[in-house]
């Protein structure tokens, strides 16, 4: 496998993520930011945080998968999400969740950065990932 992710000791080791990859493959992906809309353009779980980071999730993994990569090969995910108070984490790690056991995935390395907006009004959250595929 190209991609070992582990929490050092030393710092904190959250249970939604890892704290370092390691990559040993040869071949980058960059997936584009992914939001909650279907393969129909429709916003899915409008107004529900946990729902719209599954949905984006499931698109990450799509896209993930025409570059012939899973998410074995992720190295780093970057969430943005509108309006971010600490107070939405339950909602957040619960749509992480919801997405680790859809989909059978372990968490990379992540940041998560609140801004103001994202370009529609009711999409909450954008996904962001790189991968290294050997």
């Known amino acids: 496998m190209p991609v070992t992710l582990l929490n050092p000791d030393g710092i904190m080791k ?32 409008r107004g529900d945080l ?14 993930l998968a025409a570059a012939g990569a899973t998410f074995d090969d992720v190295v780093r995910l970057t969430f943005y ?3 971010w108070k600490r107070e939405a984490m339950p909602d957040f790690i619960a749509g992480i969740e919801q997405a680790a056991r859809e989909l059978r995935i372990s968490p990379a390395p992540a940041s998560l950065i609140g801004v ?16 290294i595929v050997g």
């Open 14 to 45: 959250p249970d939604v993520y890892r704290q370092v990859a390691i990559a040993t493959g040869t071949r980058q992906v960059h997936i584009a930011g992914q939001v909650a809309y279907d393969a129909e353009g429709q916003l899915v779980a």
């Open 50 to 63: 946990a729902g719209q980071v599954a949905q984006a999730y499931r698109n990450v993994a799509i896209a």
């Open 81 to 83: 999400v509108v309006d």
């Open 116 to 131: 103001s907006a994202l370009y529609e009004p009711g999409v909450l959250v954008e996904i962001e990932a790189t991968a």
